[in-house]
């Protein structure tokens, strides 16, 4: 069964600290996994996408690594600032055409 | 990058009454759009995909006479909830895909807060 797993479920730091998400999938066949970031009430906005040959993707302060052996993703926020509070969800794309699978998202909270 | 827009941002509505949701893609061509809801605290879950002068394919457990799903061209598709009950109450989000691009990627909508008394 094609299922994606996202934890810690929430998460909260200090603002300024650093953070690592985690991000473990089953989908076979694999074609991308995409990382975003969804502020409560509003829709996600992508972050990062990476394809099988991808180890490492950066967005700023945002990067994501991935591990297509081990069918494992992580996603490192550096210097936490308060607008990084929102759900973070990882989405799983199997082959061309096929639905995406969405992890349930990890809630960040960031406190000063 | 690409932005998808829907209309409205929120709507409150009575048991019984038809709610009508717009999703537009405002700076390109989007051969495929696809609906979500999302209730709180919970992930996206897809009801349906809609190719543009298609119709729209169902999710299971999705009641196509119930979430009519309209996508009349390549910028514009709707989602009309008819006869909506409370249980209908959630978020529902729209993305976008074009026909290009190498990810093939989906572009999200801001989102439609419906609430039915």
């Known amino acids: 069964k094609n299922q994606v797993e996202q934890s810690p479920q929430s998460l909260i730091i200090l603002e300024g600290k650093n953070c690592t998400l985690q991000?473990?999938?089953?989908?076979?066949?694999?074609?991308?996994l995409r990382w975003y970031k969804q502020d409560t009430g509003r829709g996600p906005v992508s972050l990062t996408i990476?394809?099988?040959?991808?180890n490492t993707k950066s967005n700023g302060r945002y990067t994501a690594t991935l591990d297509a052996d081990t069918k494992q993703s992580s996603l490192h926020i550096t210097a936490s600032q308060l607008s990084d509070s929102a759900s973070y969800i990882c989405v799983v794309s199997g082959q061309a055409g096929t639905a995406l699978i969405f992890g349930k998202g990890t809630t960040l909270s960031v406190s000063s | 990058g690409a932005v998808v827009s829907q209309h409205p941002s929120w709507v409150i509505c009575k048991s019984g009454t038809s709610v009508k949701i717009e999703c537009r893609s405002l700076?390109?061509?989007?051969?495929?759009m696809f609906w979500y809801r999302q209730f709180p605290k919970q992930s996206l879950m897809l009801m349906a995909t809609s190719n543009e002068g298609s119709k729209a394919t169902y999710e299971q457990g999705v009641e196509k006479d119930k979430f009519l799903i309209n996508h009349a061209s390549l910028t514009l598709s709707t989602l009309t909830v008819t006869s909506a009950h409370p249980e209908d109450s959630s978020f529902y989000i729209c993305s976008a895909s074009g026909s290009s691009g190498l990810y093939n990627e989906q572009f999200f909508g801001p989102g439609t807060r419906l609430t039915v008394l």
């Open positions: 990476m394809t099988f040959s991808e």
């Open positions: 700076d390109f061509q989007a051969t495929t």
């Open positions: 991000c473990n999938y089953t989908v076979s066949p694999f074609s991308n």
